[in-house]
């Protein structure tokens, strides 16, 4: 079993930037795909950031946000800069097992879940 937990968020002015952090505990995720995804009030939860030997986005914030990881340290980054009012969300960390180039997108491929960490960006 995973647990994931993640942290960092909280209230910023448009234009700032924040790094969330998510802590993986009970087994080494240097082997999985780790996911960031938002969801923003009365919306679904979409994807935004993944990393597997390479990192992927979403257009809404490719250019602005950078995922990594360190591995020994067991924890997933999401630095997020040029931030907007409309990245406003609840932001949760996900991970499943091995690398996957075609699956991180998709919410139901994901079997761990942190419990999320509120980012509101008031303009």
């Known amino acids: 079993q995973v647990q994931l937990v993640e942290s960092g968020g909280g209230l910023v002015q448009a234009g700032d930037s924040l790094t969330l952090s998510c802590a993986a505990s009970g087994r080494s995720v240097s082997s999985y795909t780790m996911g960031w995804f938002r969801q923003g009030p009365g919306k679904e939860r979409n994807f935004v950031a993944a990393i597997t030997w390479r990192t992927y986005y979403a257009d809404s914030v490719k250019g602005r946000f950078t995922i990594s990881r360190d591995n020994a340290k067991n924890t997933v980054y999401l630095q997020m800069n040029s931030l907007k009012a409309e990245d406003t969300a609840v932001y949760y960390c996900?991970?499943?097992?091995?690398?996957?180039?075609?699956?991180?997108?998709?919410?139901?491929?994901?079997?761990?879940w942190g419990q999320g960490t509120q980012v509101t960006v008031s303009s």
């Open positions: 996900a991970a499943f097992k091995n690398y996957d180039s075609t699956s991180y997108y998709y919410t139901d491929k994901y079997d761990y």
